[in-house]
């Protein structure tokens, strides 16, 4: 990433980034500007040696305040795929399972991917809709332990999906989308599941590609097209498709008996996008639902604390369970989300504290609400 001299002037005599980032806050050797300055040396070496190259959750708060517009997740990417080749490598979360199971998706192998739909509603082998499930199958059986079903999220939109009269697309060959192997500095293993999704797409005949993930709906949104030109379909956020279309379809909700509920922006799909509203406008289709913010809402939101399932160390458990107190602090029982990451390190976070909040998935909470009527065929 090649930064102008106008950025790199402004930026040694600033200090935004580091006073805005959650990491900098709880690891003091970590900064955004003095890593730049770093970069800026005769030799990089002693940057591409650091720790600090992983810490980075690239949540994007220093970019967004950023006086200079420098992209500095996209400067952490960078440097990340030089550091990996230099034999600096991040430490895996959870043994590193799920680099594991991403890397075994870069082969020709057998996935049951799809079981979870043949009992939660009607799918098809090609058509107009894609539904990109992500790493949801795996992200189930790996954090059972914590009484987490992120298959459920699946089955909800499925349901959404098939009371609209639409039978998505939902296939066995669908790959990681490879964020986290990307974000990671693998930048190998990113292009081979990339290109192994685009074709499994392209052969379904999808016009539409509909994500729940919001580290998914970035990945192609973003990074596909910059490593392998326009892509032959549109890419679409659920939350984005849903306020679309949900109304006209004739869907209705009973009314919420939760009591007071508050948001969580993921950082992909809020600072990352700009998606701020739409999630919430899915919440206001059910009736008397009590939405409170938190008081870093938006694009302040605090970060869940960890990224691509690495380095979550002490500082990342710090920060969810401050976001945990937040949430309890504003009256809700209900903090409700739009990314599976979210649910679960918030919801891992609780573990061996007193602290007692239900972490739920935005469109289980809706789907649970639905009405009887059938809605529209499309």
Same mark, same amino acid.
């Given at each position: 990433?090649?930064?102008?001299?106008?950025?790199?002037?402004?930026?040694? /005599?600033?200090?935004?980034?580091?006073?805005?980032?959650? @990491?900098?806050? /709880?690891? %003091?050797?970590?900064?955004?500007?003095?890593?730049?300055?770093?970069?800026?040396?005769?030799?990089?070496?002693?940057?591409?040696?650091?720790?600090?190259?992983?810490?980075?959750?690239?949540?994007?708060?220093?970019?967004?305040?950023?006086?200079?517009?420098?992209?500095?997740?996209?400067?952490?990417?960078?440097?990340?795929?030089?550091?990996?080749?230099?034999?600096?490598? %991040?430490?895996?979360?959870?043994? +590193?399972?799920?680099?594991?199971?991403?890397? $075994?998706?870069?082969?020709? $192998?057998?996935?049951? =991917?799809?079981?979870?739909?043949?009992?939660?509603?009607?799918?098809?082998?090609?058509?107009?809709?894609?539904?990109?499930?992500?790493?949801? %199958?795996?992200?189930?059986?790996?954090?059972?332990?914590?009484?987490?079903?992120?298959?459920?999220?699946?089955?909800?939109?499925?349901?959404?999906?098939?009371?609209?009269? @639409?039978?998505?697309?939902?296939?066995?060959?669908?790959?990681?989308?490879?964020?986290?192997?990307?974000?990671?500095?693998?930048?190998?293993?990113?292009?081979?599941?990339?290109?192994?999704?685009?074709?499994?797409?392209?052969?379904?005949?999808?016009?539409?590609?509909?994500?729940?993930?919001?580290? !998914?709906?970035?990945?192609?949104?973003?990074?596909? %097209?910059?490593?392998?030109?326009?892509?032959?379909?549109?890419?679409?956020?659920?939350?984005?498709?849903?306020?679309?279309?949900? /109304?006209?379809?004739?869907?209705?909700?009973?009314?919420?008996?939760?009591?007071?509920?508050?948001?969580?922006?993921?950082?992909? $799909?809020? =600072?990352?996008?700009?998606?701020?509203?739409?999630?919430?406008?899915?919440?206001?289709?059910?009736?008397?639902?009590?939405?409170?913010?938190?008081? =870093?809402?938006?694009?302040?939101?605090?970060?869940?604390?960890?990224?691509?399932?690495?380095?979550?160390? !002490?500082?990342?458990?710090?920060?969810?369970?401050? =976001? $945990?107190?937040?949430?309890?602090?504003?009256?809700?029982?209900?903090?409700?989300?739009?990314?599976?990451?979210? #649910? @679960?390190?918030?919801?891992?976070?609780?573990? !061996?504290?007193?602290?007692?909040? #239900?972490?739920?998935?935005?469109?289980?909470?809706?789907?649970?609400?639905?009405? +009887?009527?059938?809605?529209?065929?499309?």
């Amino acid at each position: 990433m090649q930064l102008t001299r106008k950025q790199i002037d402004y930026c040694m /005599e600033c200090g935004v980034c580091t006073g805005s980032c959650p @990491i900098s806050r /709880e690891l %003091p050797t970590f900064s955004p500007r003095q890593m730049i300055k770093r970069s800026l040396m005769k030799s990089d070496v002693d940057l591409l040696q650091s720790r600090e190259l992983w810490a980075c959750l690239s949540c994007a708060r220093c970019s967004e305040r950023c006086p200079a517009e420098i992209d500095f997740p996209e400067f952490i990417r960078s440097y990340r795929e030089k550091a990996r080749k230099a034999g600096n490598l %991040p430490l895996e979360s959870h043994h +590193g399972i799920l680099q594991f199971i991403s890397s $075994l998706q870069t082969h020709d $192998l057998k996935q049951q =991917r799809i079981e979870w739909a043949e009992g939660a509603g009607a799918f098809q082998e090609s058509g107009e809709y894609f539904y990109f499930v992500g790493c949801l %199958p795996y992200f189930d059986v790996t954090f059972n332990y914590l009484g987490l079903a992120p298959l459920d999220t699946a089955k909800s939109i499925l349901t959404l999906l098939n009371r609209m009269g @639409i039978e998505p697309v939902i296939s066995n060959d669908e790959r990681c989308c490879g964020h986290d192997a990307l974000w990671s500095g693998n930048e190998s293993v990113f292009r081979k599941l990339a290109e192994r999704n685009i074709e499994v797409i392209k052969s379904s005949g999808a016009k539409t590609v509909l994500f729940s993930c919001p580290e !998914g709906y970035v990945t192609f949104k973003n990074y596909y %097209p910059k490593y392998f030109g326009e892509l032959p379909f549109e890419v679409l956020h659920m939350s984005e498709f849903l306020t679309r279309e949900i /109304e006209s379809a004739g869907l209705s909700f009973q009314p919420s008996l939760n009591g007071a509920v508050t948001y969580q922006d993921p950082c992909r $799909l809020g =600072r990352w996008t700009g998606n701020y509203d739409l999630p919430r406008q899915l919440l206001q289709l059910v009736p008397e639902t009590q939405l409170v913010e938190m008081e =870093r809402n938006r694009e302040n939101a605090l970060c869940c604390g960890t990224s691509a399932w690495m380095e979550c160390v !002490g500082c990342s458990k710090v920060m969810q369970v401050e =976001r $945990l107190q937040e949430a309890i602090q504003t009256g809700a029982k209900t903090l409700i989300t739009a990314c599976p990451k979210c #649910q @679960i390190h918030l919801t891992c976070a609780q573990r !061996g504290t007193e602290l007692d909040l #239900q972490v739920t998935d935005l469109y289980t909470y809706i789907a649970e609400r639905l009405n +009887g009527d059938k809605g529209k065929n499309k």
